[in-house]
């Protein structure tokens, strides 16, 4: 270990000895990419409160790293896929999405879904297999006596490992396709008509098609969603508990449900009381940067600089791209701060530089920023809402189109299609967002309303994981839907009920006028007949 | 003015120079009885914050004082109905409630209710004129260069003004009969299935029947509201703009609804962004009791003491029943202060003793209180559940009867009949909730529920009141549903669209058979013709 390495340990150490007596044993559940970079900020947040942190990994995973000097305490576990595995499957999806969706019907497009829909299903299985199956790791988690578990259900079964544990459970999520989990499984009212289903492309207001559009995302996504994955999770979670079991319901068990947005992203929407608005978890006041990157930044002057990034799992993108990319890059006046690790371009211009690694948020809350050129993921786009940055988004795959599509819709971003898009389509969006004003004022807003709330996102999420250790669960805000069946939700027995007792209602008028009418004229006809 | 009234008014008038240049100029509707009560310490929080605070009082008001020293600013005007008819609509009120509503059929009781419905319109219409048709007023309310409207929308008509002056509107509201006002107005989602509408007298946990119960509750109190409320309003409101104006839209245009309650009290439930649940702004920690109380108080020994109030618009009650009462509370080890201006009961301990009015919070915050009889008022039970202390409700009128339904699913609550109790049943309630444990343990659990929260109860009000005016307005926490008609909310046209494609298919598919199948058939038919 080499001496900074040993300091660093060192400091970190004394920072660890302020876990307290007080303090409490939080599990984390494993998780990946960008999902672990925004959970970190707040196990890091906890660590200095006192409490102490131990994070589920996978021998397979790509981000967290347990050989990195760290507070955080580490319980590995194999897996069973490889680590080429979850590359290919990542490398796979980014393609799918990339290349292959533009080309595909909607058919196509499912039927490619659901394979990897499959696949995703056949990993979480093989992860929970890693944690569930091993003895020693639930043996570990049983002596742990944690008070806690905090999960990302991106990687499910959580809920189930907190049941068995007998400890409460809090969710950190940004979205699911469509928001069934949180729909069906957290109760969360999200009526077709004006909230946008996660990654459909919509927005809040929208016109008969789009209402159609958004309607039948939904109960396509729920159809698949349900014969795809869930029931391969119901009947997995049935032969761990020996008693069927439904994982949704499972899933429905946490106390809290910490939503990775806010009303500086989301539109305003249903919610419950055990669903917090997190959004901006990991964003943060700007440190000073790197010297040289400073003096690069300085050199730009009134014109400032523009920060491109495509995020961390598109590694290299076509020759052809990236020239197409730098050609437009090099005709605009700012500075440009490219994250890239694929080939130089050739057209790259004297005004961009290329970076492995950028501090992105430094950056965006540097005063020359001018634009935010990215894909969409949701950390960046927090990071430039924080900062009050102008966006051009060129998003990809997931809910980076869906995440564009509702910073354009707010007005802080111009979009252009990765797969189409043309030098200038590039160089006028850049430009735009820059020289137009609305832009920047429109970002300066979502900044404004992103600041502008009780307290802080990181500081919400903690008082939210602390208060469930503190009342060792939240259940008083559970609203008691869950306890309904789906018809008796919308009150279809209710409605069968009174239907039946009009109709009968109106077979008695319609028998009984009858009735009268029949003994009128039976009587008018005696009577008649008597005259006769 | 005496000395000491003088001194109390400098030392107002010196808190008052605090209105710095920056605080906000907050115009305030005007309200009665409990809901004054229950603004005032958010109004007086406001103008310790530098804010100016002016309320609309008008000439019948029964609790505002304007003569009263206070930092407020009064902008009083003239109604044409009398403090004697607005007292005799209360006792009528009243007396319809716990006199006569016992020996009533439904339809008798929504008859009377619909004349109550009827007054209250008319004494509403009146009070709009007193400001809106009154060009003096107007002119001041335009002149007054006001940020903000506050507004409780019991006295509807905030809404129109704050439309006319241009300024950005905050509710403070308990509750309307059903929830019809926050429902339809301001898009409260909610479910009739684990949703009991206010004064419904149910839980979140319904069965059948009574989820048919709440169903109808909400349709039938719909459509009351809308014959006998709405259409009013709507004229009224469309008169003022001159042209076609719905007053529920115009109800639905306020920025913030401010609830008074929270989830130690109510059912969890879905809500919205812009609706702020801060049930609990008037209680604050005790002060020292006057000198003769705190030694009668202390008197009382290991046993402690009982406080008991029917609220602030029952004055009197029959003299049986007061001694009926007093006979109750003499049978008791506890020493019972007793908030009451009628005739003093014959039956009176010596335990107990009669107050014209008591410091309710201080006494509820004193630690020798073992338990609140209460009327079920939301302020009593506020102050109840602030300082942990279990109720005994002699619920009568209004929401009574339904708020201690919900501290009595809690746990913290015995619930006696106002009109049909026994000396025997208010003890026994009362020695139910101080000898048995659980009464405590789960007040203190709502006590609980209601201090750790991010931030208390009128800070949070204030703070939406003041982001409001910073913001000059938060349409953005506003939902799209505003803009829906009831079919397009509940996705009726999408499901008719899709009925009808679906209906088509199978129509063609049944022509298309019956096609092929006639066809077959009539080959067959040739065929075997041919091979006759």
């Known amino acids: 270990m ?51 942190v131990t994070v589920l990994v996978p021998s397979t995973s790509l981000f967290m790293d347990t050989s990195e000097p760290s507070c955080f305490g580490y ?83 959580s809920d189930l490992v907190a049941e068995i544990l007998g400890i409460p459970l809090v969710f950190t999520l940004r979205y699911s396709v469509a928001n069934k989990w949180e729909r069906h499984c957290g109760q969360l009212p999200q009526p077709p008509s004006f909230v946008p289903g996660a990654i459909s492309k919509l927005t809040d207001k929208m016109d008969f098609s789009q209402r159609v559009w958004n309607f039948l995302f939904y109960a396509v996504q729920d159809i698949v969603q349900e014969c795809f994955f869930w029931t391969k999770l119901d009947k997995y979670y049935s032969e761990v508990k020996g008693t069927p079991t439904s994982a949704c319901a499972m899933m429905g068990r946490a106390d809290i449900w910490l939503m990775r947005t806010y009303w500086d992203f989301e539109f305003p929407r249903p919610f419950l009381p055990n669903f917090k608005f997190v959004g901006g978890i990991h964003c943060r006041p700007p440190k000073p940067l790197p010297k040289n990157m400073e003096e690069f930044v300085q050199s730009s002057g009134d014109a400032g600089i523009v920060v491109f990034t495509l995020g961390s799992l598109l590694k290299n993108i076509t020759t052809e791209k990236g020239n197409m990319i730098a050609s437009a890059l090099a005709q605009i006046p700012q500075k440009v701060l490219w994250k890239y690790s694929g080939e130089k371009p050739a057209t790259l211009g004297a005004n961009t530089r290329i970076y492995n690694w950028i501090p992105q ?63 200038e389509d590039l160089k006028d969006a850049i430009n735009a967002v820059i020289n137009e004003k609305s832009y920047k004022e429109n970002a300066m807003w979502l900044s404004s309303i992103h600041h502008d709330r009780p307290m802080s996102a990181r500081d919400e999420a903690v008082f939210w994981i602390e208060y469930t250790m503190r009342n060792k669960g939240a259940k008083h805000l559970r609203v008691q839907a869950h306890e309904l069946t789906w018809y008796q939700y919308h009150s279809l027995d209710v409605l069968a009920l009174l239907l039946i007792i009009i109709l009968f209602i109106l077979l008695l008028f319609i028998k009984t006028c009858t009735f009268c009418f029949s003994m009128c004229c039976g009587r008018k006809g005696k009577t008649k007949r008597k005259a006769e």
Chains 1, 2 share one sequence.
């Open 361 to 423: 948020n430094d950056l965006l809350g540097h005063p020359k920023t001018r634009a935010f050129i990215t894909h969409g993921g949701t950390n960046g786009i927090y990071e430039a809402i924080y900062h009050g940055v102008p966006m051009v988004g060129i998003p990809m795959f997931a809910d980076q189109p869906d995440n564009m599509v509702r910073i354009k819709a707010k007005g802080a971003a111009v979009t252009v299609a990765f797969n189409s898009m043309k030098t």
């Open 2 to 52: 080499k001496l900074g390495q040993r300091l660093s340990v060192s400091v970190l150490l004394l920072l660890c000895v302020t876990w307290g007596a007080n303090g409490g044993n939080i599990l984390v559940w494993y998780t990946e990419g960008s999902h672990w970079i925004n959970i970190k900020p707040v196990l890091k947040t906890l660590i200095d409160r006192g409490h102490q």
């Open 75 to 157: 319980e590995p576990f194999n897996v069973t896929v490889t680590k080429e595995n979850m590359e290919d499957f990542i490398n796979d999806f980014i393609h799918f999405f990339i290349y292959e969706m533009d080309h595909m019907s909607y058919l196509q497009m499912y039927i490619r879904y659901m394979d990897v829909l499959r696949v995703q299903v056949q990993y979480t299985l093989n992860y929970l297999d890693g944690v569930l199956k091993s003895e020693t790791i639930m043996k570990k988690l049983n002596e742990g006596k944690y008070d806690l578990l905090l999960a990302d259900p991106i990687f499910p079964g």
